[in-house]
């Protein structure tokens, strides 16, 4: 027990506790710790610092200009988040930090506190098109269910996770796991799933989802058939017939409702597969790492013999994933052979088009969660009298300084999307709950006709100069909170 | 130089609070306003060296604690050393059992020496002293688990029941713990007794040789822990209903047997959701309390 320190431990000199941390570790008050072999203070009370954009040096933008004179009232530069703030309990207390400033000119309120939600859970769009498990089936983290599989979105499978049920009406430790796993979602980190009958994902807030192992890398523009619809009008009297080479659904253009509104030809082409509809086939291939999302790695093995009585030499065929990332083009022969040549000029656009219109697949975590009587009280004697300001627009929610959607009809029941809040902004109480910021920003004499703590709010000023407080550059694409628009409810 | 100190009044204008590396009380007297003023003045003044005066002697506030030993200078000091020697030989720990509770205690003492109050309380990290003149009482709130935000019963200690401290642990705690105790909460005659006394029945709340309980070197964990090579809980996984019981048995045979030497007045046992209550019945609001804790009353 002699002083022996470990090459990993640091020393922390924040007290005379002195105490050695092994990297991942606190000291002795919790306030501190070794992350990545740097000392680090925990949970401090974030203070948002206007700047144009995450991670940027905010001084020099925040410098005043000296010799301004002009009579524009610029608004506060900070703002309070409500993260590490703190709650109170009970919750007839007034919430931890009432703040006053002054936006232009008008005496602003900004009521934050962190409120623990037993009522939370998050919606997590996937984006594939691979299929993760059948509808309403449950998702699991560790063999816990922690939510189910929800009605897929376009070019994305869907994920409902949490709620209460999950976290508070279940075993102990499906509880304890849900709130692990949505604790771990909304802090951005990445955490494994697994659907019934269906298959293991990762997901992570702004990351590639990797289903099975294989990381996707792009959104197809739309499946084979929906391909053909798009871009057919752009083949249109380029080349004599397209096959977009996917998954699900390879479209055949000459054969395709698309293709024959247009007058394209029959060209005699016969694909492998199964037929559903005119120019549309399942199961040309199976699926893999090749053409399209399948195994496919030399496209004129999905097709049959051209049909001699139809087809004709000198067809010129394109053959396209639906990502554009391959592709090929083939002339046929005198004996009705494909030969591959090289892509015309005019065709390689609409290949760079369906490129081009592929977004990123992205995991992306929105937390939902109602704000209920007890968190309103914290704010005002009168909690209904908030929810009827923030259906009023008088007042602005937002969560760790990030817009949020406030849910039409009762209660205040909003969204925010993870990724637009500060990094660790969440927390948990064993109940299980999850502990999230939320703050409520209005005008002064609003907050006393709705019955607001008066007595509590404190200056701007004082809490900024704190040294204890975090300051973080604000996000250039999030609105600023006590902005001159802090009237619009919703997505502002 | 810089006070390190942080010292406030909270938002509601009664509670003081004040903070300091790893210490961090929540104060309250009661009483008239000025001598609840001087008291926090006191209190104040006394606590912006309490952290240095540990420091000083941390090495030996560290060692195992044996018949006999350890007589440290300070004040504090002495208050842990006295809290854990009655455990001196019998088993594992030291001095830093009790430095939470003995804080309180020094802290609370200096309150209450400095200003006439009806009664007060100091709480360190859930470790609590309490003074009450006669006639008065505290109602205190019970959480299963800390930070937990929902009572499961309420405990009402008068003036002259023989409880002036109050202290659990647990080994998700701050500090590690050698049993697997979410919590054991203990009332005692003061705050460092209750701490150090909360120390012990939470070892004792175990499953030897468990296969589902990590258990990992303290110091591995924090290289300057006062456990040293000791092993402590790391993760517990699941547990039967029949194993969760014998653990709860272990401990609750411990603090029995500590209330009958007069160490502990009561303890109240959580783990995995199960209570167990030991010692002396507390005036224990039974309308806020479960079943499955009344039924281990009558048996325990």
């Known amino acids: 027990m002699k002083n022996r320190p470990p090459d990993d431990a640091i020393r922390c000199d924040a007290c005379p506790v002195l105490c050695y941390i092994k990297p991942g570790r606190t000291g002795a008050c919790d306030r501190?710790?070794?992350?990545?072999?740097?000392?680090?203070?925990?949970?401090?009370?974030?203070?948002?610092?206007?700047?144009?954009?995450?991670?940027e040096s905010v001084v020099p933008f925040l410098q005043p200009a000296a010799e301004w004179n002009g009579s524009v009232v610029g608004g506060p530069q900070n703002f309070i988040t409500a993260i590490g703030a703190g709650t109170t309990y009970p919750d007839y207390k007034p919430a931890p930090f009432i703040i006053s400033s002054q936006v232009e000119g008008v005496d602003m309120v900004t009521v934050v506190?962190?409120?623990?939600?037993?009522?939370?859970?998050?919606?997590?769009?996937?984006?594939?098109?691979?299929?993760?498990?059948?509808?309403?089936?449950?998702?699991?983290?560790?063999?816990?269910?922690?939510?189910?599989?929800?009605?897929?979105?376009?070019?994305?499978?869907?994920?409902s996770l949490?709620?209460?049920?999950?976290?508070?009406?279940?075993?102990?430790?499906?509880?304890?796991?849900?709130?692990e796993t949505l604790l771990d979602l909304c802090n951005g980190k990445s955490v494994e799933l697994d659907v019934d009958e269906g298959a293991k994902v990762v997901v992570q807030a702004g990351k590639a989802p990797v289903v099975d192992s294989q990381r996707e890398a792009q959104m197809r523009v739309g499946c084979g058939s929906a391909t053909i619809g798009i871009f057919a009008r752009q083949w249109f009297g380029k080349v004599d017939d397209v096959v977009v080479v996917d998954d699900h659904i390879t479209g055949v253009l000459s054969e395709h409702q698309a293709g024959k509104l247009l007058g394209i030809p029959p060209t005699g082409i016969r694909?492998?597969?199964?037929?559903?509809?005119?120019?549309?086939?399942?199961?040309?291939?199976?699926?893999?790492?090749?053409?399209?999302?399948t195994n496919i790695q030399q496209p004129l093995s999905i097709l049959r013999e051209f049909n001699p009585k139809v087809a004709w030499p000198g067809l010129r065929l394109l053959m396209v994933s639906t990502t554009g990332e391959h592709y090929s083009y083939f002339v046929l022969d005198e004996?009705?052979?494909?030969?591959?040549?090289?892509?015309?000029?005019?065709?390689?656009?609409?290949?760079?088009?369906?490129?081009?219109n592929c977004e990123p697949a992205l995991c992306t975590v929105l937390f939902m969660a109602g704000a209920g009587g007890s968190l309103r009280a914290g704010v005002t004697e009168n909690p209904v009298r908030l929810t009827h300001s923030v259906r009023d627009a008088l007042t602005r929610v937002t969560c760790g300084g990030a817009p949020v959607y406030v849910w039409p009809g009762g209660g205040i029941t909003f969204m925010v999307d993870v990724s637009r809040m500060p990094e660790n902004a969440f927390?948990?109480?064993?109940?299980?709950?999850?502990?999230?910021?939320?703050?409520?920003?209005?005008?002064l004499a609003d907050y006393a006709t709705l019955g607001g703590y008066v007595d509590q709010v404190r200056s701007l000023e004082?809490?900024?100069?704190?040294?204890?407080?975090?300051?973080?550059?604000?996000?250039?694409?999030?609105?600023?909170?006590?902005?001159?628009?802090?009237?619009g409810r919703g997505q502002s | 130089m810089r006070q390190r100190a942080q010292i406030r009044i909270l938002p509601d204008q009664r509670r003081l609070h004040m903070q300091d590396g790893p210490i961090d009380l929540i104060v309250e007297a009661f009483g008239a306003w000025d001598e609840v003023q001087r008291a926090y003045e006191a209190a104040a003044r006394r606590f912006v060296g309490v952290l240095d005066e540990l420091c000083w002697e941390l090495p030996m506030l560290r060692s195992p604690a044996v018949p006999g030993g350890l007589s440290p200078k300070g004040k504090i000091a002495r208050r842990m050393a006295a809290a854990v020697a009655p455990y001196a030989g019998r088993t594992f720990i030291t001095p830093m059992a009790a430095v939470a509770g003995a804080v309180a205690e020094e802290i609370l003492d200096t309150m209450t020496s400095a200003a006439r109050l009806a009664k007060a309380y100091v709480n360190d990290g859930g470790d609590i002293g309490l003074q009450l003149k006669p006639g008065e009482q505290f109602v205190i709130g019970m959480v299963e688990r800390p930070e937990r935000p929902s009572l499961f019963g309420t405990a009402t200690i008068t003036s002259d029941e023989p409880i002036r401290g109050i202290a659990t642990s647990g080994w998700r705690g701050r500090s590690f713990s050698l049993g697997i105790a979410d919590a054991v909460t203990v009332l005692a005659g003061t705050a460092s007794q209750a701490d150090a006394a909360a120390t012990i029945i939470a070892n004792a709340v175990d499953l030897p040789g468990n296969s589902r309980i990590a258990r990992v070197p303290a110091c591995s964990l924090a290289p300057d822990s006062d456990l040293g090579e000791l092993l402590v809980t790391h993760e517990v996984g699941e547990l039967s209903t029949t194993e969760v019981d014998r653990a709860l048995q272990a401990g609750v045979a411990r603090a029995e047997a500590l209330a009958a030497e007069g160490l502990v007045h009561s303890a109240a046992l959580h783990l995995r959701g199960e209570t167990r209550i030991a010692g002396a019945a507390l005036g224990l609001d039974a309308a806020g309390l479960s079943g499955k804790a009344n039924r281990s009353l009558a048996h325990a």
């Open chain 1, 162 to 179: 949490g709620g209460v049920r999950h976290l508070t009406g279940g075993s102990r430790r499906e509880g304890t796991v849900t709130c």
């Open chain 1, 427 to 443: 927390g948990y109480v064993p109940t299980p709950a999850l502990v999230a910021p939320i703050e409520f920003t209005l005008k």
């Open chain 1, 462 to 487: 004082s809490l900024v100069n704190d040294e204890r407080r975090r300051h973080l550059s604000a996000r250039g694409d999030n609105p600023w909170p006590l902005g001159a628009g802090a009237r």
């Open chain 1, 113 to 159: 506190t962190e409120g623990i939600f037993s009522y939370c859970g998050v919606k997590v769009k996937i984006d594939t098109d691979r299929h993760l498990g059948p509808e309403t089936n449950l998702v699991r983290a560790q063999g816990e269910a922690v939510g189910h599989v929800t009605t897929s979105e376009y070019g994305s499978q869907m994920f």
């Open chain 1, 32 to 55: 501190y710790g070794n992350r990545e072999g740097q000392l680090v203070r925990l949970d401090p009370h974030v203070v948002l610092d206007r700047a144009v954009s995450r991670g």
């Open chain 1, 335 to 356: 004996g009705l052979r494909p030969v591959e040549r090289e892509l015309p000029a005019e065709l390689s656009e609409s290949v760079s088009r369906i490129k081009e």
């Open chain 1, 271 to 293: 694909l492998k597969g199964r037929r559903s509809t005119p120019g549309r086939y399942f199961q040309v291939a199976e699926p893999g790492t090749g053409w399209g999302g």
